[in-house]
């Protein structure tokens, strides 16, 4: 998956879906953008999240093509979550933890929430989450925590 924020000034994201549109438009933080912008153009419309000093710029594939911006797709940069994927939960002071994801939160829509429940099924909590990285082990994000843990006792010390 791409991260919005390593695309520069040469780049521009293809959304041909309003879904698409909305998704990519809530990955910049900075985002000045509208999502009826989308109308304009729409199955042609491409986002450029650096233009105005990254509050984002929109325009047509063709217009993009003509300036020889390198064109990427929405999809490349959006996650899709499927029910058991392993999904990081939380950026609290207790850091990040393995769960399950199970759902996305009905009232919640703009951003990626999880909800995990206890042995019953009976849910606990809706939290931020992003997908584990597949090579990592519930091991190796415990031996993270732990490291993280010992370096904020160094600094005390």
């Known amino acids: 998956m791409k991260n919005i924020k390593d695309l520069t000034e040469n780049d521009v994201i293809h959304c ?6 909305k998704e990519v438009l809530k990955l ?6 509208s999502a009826v912008d989308w109308n304009c153009y729409k199955e042609n419309t491409c986002y450029s999240p650096t ?7 929109y325009c047509s594939v063709s217009y993009y093509t003509n300036q020889n911006k390198t064109i ?11 029910q058991g994927d392993d ?4 950026d609290g002071p207790g850091g990040r933890r393995l769960e399950k994801f199970l759902m996305m939160n009905p009232v919640e829509s703009r951003s990626k929430y999880v ?3 206890d042995e019953d099924g009976e849910v606990l909590s809706w939290e931020f989450c992003k997908l584990a ?11 993270d925590k732990l490291q993280k843990e010992l370096d904020e006792l160094k600094k005390m010390v």
Do not use: M
């Open 28 to 33: 910049n933080e900075k985002n000045n953008v």
């Open 133 to 143: 990285e597949p090579s990592k082990t519930e091991t190796e994000l415990q031996i």
């Open 51 to 57: 233009h105005r000093d990254g509050k984002g710029g």
């Open 16 to 21: 041909p879906t309003k879904k698409e549109w």
């Open 72 to 82: 990427h797709k929405a999809s490349d940069f959006l996650v899709e979550f499927k």
């Open 115 to 117: 909800t995990y429940s």
């Open 87 to 90: 999904v990081l939960v939380g």
